[in-house]
């Protein structure tokens, strides 16, 4: 150990004070390795408050805090004093402003530029539908004005939706949080063993448009099958068939 940094180098001498940060961002971008990585373990608690943030959304924990860290040695990196702000201070919109890039440009699901134009369009005729009509709209209905088929309009509308994790917290006190994945019906054995065994975003991304859209509406949104019949210009018991049609396939794929 390089007893210029011995100083530094101690589990529990806590946060550095002002004036040691910044002799060793003086001395991290001179190119002394050592003074960034004392910088980064001394911060290290601040890249955890941070991606607190941005947890169940489909990611791992220690893929979120890799991100944060190149975020916090990219401040280290770039800091100037003539800032005339704390390092902390900082760095914070620097380490969330790199896992936002990561999430927006490395996503679960790539969206096409074509399906975000139609999904635009269709949300921007569901609203004036829903205007006019004084209710929501179906998405026959929806589809008409726009000009694309039912399953087109269904498609554009969810690859543009945020991916949702099943780990997502739905409802939260003191000290029983409750998962999205509490939401399942318990009493079917089918999805319960899926949600249980398998990832589920890779078993719906082997479905069609239609099977995914009355999925994710059953048993993340809780609409009826009635209500989503109607969305999709079908009968209830169509789309009772295509449910259990769905899950039997999903059971498979496993």
């Given amino acids: 150990m390089n007893t210029e940094y011995a ?3 101690g589990k529990d001498k806590g946060l550095l004070s002002h004036q040691d940060t910044m002799i060793l961002l003086e001395k991290a971008q001179q190119g002394e390795e050592q003074a960034v990585d004392i910088l980064v373990r001394k ?3 601040l890249v955890k408050s941070i991606i607190k943030r941005f947890l169940n959304r489909g990611y791992e924990y ?15 990196k770039n800091y ?14 620097m380490i969330m402003g790199e896992i936002k890039r990561f999430l927006r440009d490395d996503g679960i699901i790539k969206v096409s530029r074509s399906l975000k134009e139609l999904a635009n369009k269709a949300m921007a005729v569901k609203e004036q539908l829903k205007a006019s009509l004084h209710r929501e ?12 088929e ?14 949702t994790s099943i780990y997502d917290v739905v409802y939260e006190d003191d000290e029983n949080p409750i998962l999205l994945i509490d939401k399942v019906s318990k009493d079917d054995r089918q999805m319960s063993q899926v949600v249980d065994r398998v990832a589920l975003k ?7 448009e239609r099977e995914r ?10 609409k009826t099958q009635s209500a989503i019949a109607k969305e999709l210009g079908i009968s209830q018991v169509q789309v009772s068939r295509i449910e259990k049609k769905v899950l039997l396939r999903m059971r498979e794929l496993i």
């Fill in 7 to 9: 100083q530094w180098e």
């Fill in 43 to 45: 911060n290290v608690a």
């Fill in 62 to 76: 220690e893929d979120l805090f890799q991100i944060g860290t190149i975020g916090l040695i990219k401040a280290i």
């Fill in 80 to 93: 100037d004093a003539q800032y005339n702000v704390r390092f902390s201070t900082y760095a914070v919109p």
């Fill in 137 to 148: 709209p179906t998405i026959q209905e929806i589809a008409e004005v726009v000009g694309n």
């Fill in 150 to 163: 039912p399953e087109e309009i269904v498609h554009a509308l969810e690859a543009s939706r945020m991916p």
């Fill in 202 to 208: 890779d078993v719906l991304s082997k479905l069609d």
């Fill in 213 to 222: 859209y009355i999925i994710i509406m059953r048993y993340f949104h809780d």
